[in-house]
């Protein structure tokens, strides 16, 4: 994300986004009743109704909006962002609608009537370059390898070894540990990795090292324990405190280790609290330290017209200084948060109920 203009005062933030990972931010950031203005291709009629051959063209236009609808469709690259029509060229009537298709590249204005302090916290995080680290999980057999993203994790590919019983197995292993290696490094020369995280259950891990020569692809490399082989392996390895280092810049790391405290809180009965009910018991008795909320939770509600509720929750936990965290439902994290209702905060102190 590239912030391009910036005014506080009057509430305006202009943004350049570059990519996925941008556009599931500014979903989590443009809310009901802010402004958007900037570029957009808007449909105009040609010719008369009464007229056989009318067509219509899409035609550019500058217009601002007020948002009443924000969609994020991460397997259709886009940003949908609709509402009323505010500002528009002469021939487009204001109080008509529409909808703002932000893509790679795009170029949008936000105006808020205030900027909450997790929002900046947020255009911030994105406006900073991601470390590109790769995860790789393997065994003598199977191997999994994904790429970290800001909203949690894309798996990129598996390999499969051939291990027969009565063959040589250090032959077979080191033609696969091979296999590996030369996927790693076709990885790092197209991504150009930072980090690669290598995990594995016993001492394979070890093994494949023993076949990696020195050079950058064995500089980057940090060694992690997975218990299994599979996707739920790279879940696992993300807890792991070796790849928490690795991530500390990184967003994931952080909503796997607060979720991760969230449930032990939970499950010691104490500094914890979950469901929009309890949760907004909290805030409003100014016990929350840290808010989270998955993007799924708060996209539910939006479709159903009925995120006043999150909204005040989420307003009133930034009032009263507590930090709020977004967590992206893509991941294992996200998952076990919605499993709890989608909402939940870390307490600075155990409420009492009568």
């Not at 999150?310 to 893509?330: C, F, H, P, R, T």
Request: contains cysteine; hydrophobic residues 40%.
């Amino acid at each position: 994300m590239k912030i391009i203009h910036s005014d506080l005062k009057k509430g305006e933030i202009k943004v350049k986004a570059e990519n996925l990972d941008d556009l599931w931010y500014l979903s989590q950031i443009i809310e009901k009743n802010d402004f958007i203005k900037g570029r957009t291709f808007r449909k105009i009629k040609i010719g008369e109704d009464t007229e056989r051959k009318q067509s219509i063209i899409k035609k550019p236009v500058f217009l601002k909006i007020q948002v009443e609808k924000v969609e994020f469709g991460k397997n259709s690259s886009t940003l949908r962002v609709s509402g009323m029509i505010k500002e528009a060229p002469e021939d487009i009537p204001l109080g008509s609608y529409h909808s703002f298709n932000v893509e790679e590249n795009s170029i949008i204005e936000i105006i808020k009537q205030k900027w909450m302090k997790f929002q900046l916290e947020k255009l911030n995080e994105a406006s900073r370059q991601q470390a590109k680290i790769l995860v790789c999980v393997h065994d003598r057999e199977e191997a999994y390898f994904a790429l970290m993203k800001k909203y949690g994790y894309e798996l990129l590919s598996s390999l499969k070894g051939n291990v027969a019983k009565k063959a040589d197995l250090k032959q077979i292993e080191g033609k696969f540990y091979r296999e590996i290696i030369n996927q790693l490094n076709e990885y790092n020369m197209r991504y150009g990795l930072s980090k690669i995280i290598l995990a594995s259950p016993a001492f394979w891990k070890e093994e494949l090292m023993k076949e990696l020569e020195d050079g950058p692809i064995k500089e980057k490399i940090i060694l992690a324990t997975c218990s299994s082989i599979g996707e739920n392996a790279i879940n696992e390895v993300l807890k792991r405190p070796e790849t928490e280092n690795a991530l500390k810049q990184d967003r994931i790391a952080k909503e796997y280790h607060y979720v991760e405290e969230l449930l032990a809180e939970i499950a010691k009965n104490n500094l914890a609290s979950y469901g929009l009910k309890e949760t907004k018991n909290a805030v409003e008795a100014g016990a929350v330290r840290i808010l989270l909320v998955t993007d799924k939770f708060i996209q539910g509600r939006r479709m159903e017209n009925n995120a006043g509720e999150v909204d005040y929750i989420i307003n009133a936990a930034d009032n009263s200084k507590g930090d709020v965290l977004i967590v992206s439902s893509e991941h294992e994290a996200g998952r076990k948060l919605d499993g709890l209702g989608g909402i939940a905060a870390i307490l600075r102190y155990k409420l009492s109920y009568s």
